[in-house]
């Protein structure tokens, strides 16, 4: 009977957890890396070390607290192999209410001669600021390069502080 109970008592709780998480997806389409620095390793021709930044646009926005993503940037580093790589990064976004959220991200990247073709992987919230101050979530992103930039789908989830 205990079993039950506490059984009982981790679904409802389960329950009222996700129930407060909400949905978002949104879509930004990212410029050139301006900087970016790839340096070689000297352990084998095709292995490098790099870090960029990129400005993004969100084209189709995500909607948090009543505000809709305006732009932001993304800063991270490469670990490149060949024609694979690993990234990992950390991304701020403007709202048009001027509140902003904190991002991290870490994937696998595709390459083709030393290209980005795409990326994709994993983020969650770090912070924010205005109302989205200790706002948590976290979720998952696709990017596809052309040659002025990427368009990255991003798809998660968020609870603002109580």
Known sequence: MHRFLVATALMCFAAVAA?????????????KPDPQHMIPVGDRPDHSLGVAQVKCTWTKPM???GAKSKDGVST??????????????FHV???DSGDKFFVWYQGTETMKDGALVSQKGNWGF??????????????????????DGSS???????????
Request: proline fraction near 0%.
């Open 19 to 31: 129930s407060a998480q909400t949905k978002i997806s949104g879509t930004a389409q990212c410029g």
């Open 93 to 95: 976004s403007t709202m």
């Open 152 to 162: 990255c789908e991003v798809e998660g989830d968020y609870e603002l502080a109580k």
């Open 126 to 147: 770090t912070g924010g600021s205005g109302k989205l101050k200790g706002i948590k979530g976290k979720g998952t992103y696709t990017c596809t390069a052309s040659g």
């Open 63 to 65: 909607e948090i607290a």
């Open 76 to 89: 991270g580093t490469d670990d490149v192999s060949g024609d694979t790589g690993r990234a990992h990064g």
